[in-house]
């Protein structure tokens, strides 16, 4: 192995090492041929100590690659989770649109429940193309397979948590109660961003702490 190949794989080794290792933490027996690549990457591992580094490179990717072919059938798995997801949720805006006074919603449907509908969309949105992409690239990470399953749900939660907002901000505005939005569009389109990006409701929970700090702030300013 000629040194630049050397040096390059000896710098990047302990942290692919590291990053398969969390990799294999996160799947099971029951998934794949696990043990085969354990075994395949132990190797690698015992060939880089020896200082061979042109065989640790080889059994790395060999390890790598069969389990990139192991998680392929969960990341496929997790995106007709996804379409599940999204079917079971346009059915139930028909439902609630043409049955609005159906028992089971009846007094519930408003524009804080639709918001969080979009943000839910939103989730299931970033979802799906994050995990097109990831199966394209060949890249999955198992590591995240908990977050496709509950970046729906999360994104619904930030999605009603932008109406709460918007009102709390109509509300101190208005100095009056607020049965409903006149133009709720542009909340909807807030809470579906909510639900497509943790940074961008991030940011926006950390404007309204510096808001509220820099309030608190003044007001024991004036007291004193």
């Keep these: 192995m000629s040194n630049g190949i050397k040096d390059d794989f000896e710098e990047k080794a302990q942290n692919l090492f590291k990053l398969l290792t969390a990799k294999l933490t996160f799947l099971y027996d029951s998934e794949g041929p696990i043990n085969e690549v354990k075994k395949l990457f132990d190797e690698a591992r015992e060939e880089f100590s020896k200082g061979d580094y042109r065989k640790s490179s080889d059994k790395y990717e060999e390890a790598n ?7 392929k059938p969960l990341a496929k798995s997790l995106l007709i989770l996804e379409f599940v997801y999204l079917a079971v949720w346009l059915i139930v805006a028909y439902s609630t649109y043409k049955f609005p006074d159906f028992w089971l919603w009846d007094g519930i449907i408003g ?85 497509f990006s943790e940074r961008f409701i991030l940011r926006m929970i950390d404007k309204l702490m510096a808001v509220i700090t820099s309030y608190n702030e003044t007001k024991v300013d004036k007291e004193e």
């Excluded at 690659?65 to 998680?71: A, C, E, K, P, R």
């Excluded at 994050?130 to 995240?144: A, M, S, T």
């Excluded at 709390?168 to 100095?175: K, R, Y």
């Design 111 to 195: 524009d804080g429940t639709t918001a969080a509908w979009f943000g839910v969309l939103g989730g299931i949105t970033i979802a799906l193309f994050g995990i097109y992409n990831h199966i394209r690239l060949g890249d999955f990470d198992p590591r995240f397979k908990l977050w496709y399953i509950c970046k729906p749900i999360i994104g619904g939660i930030f999605g009603w948590f932008v109406y709460g907002l918007y009102v709390i901000g109509f509300v101190a505005v208005q100095q009056e109660g607020v049965d409903s939005i006149n133009n709720p569009t542009f909340i909807y389109v807030i809470a579906f961003l909510a639900g």
């Design 65 to 71: 690659g069969m389990l990139i072919q192991i998680v």
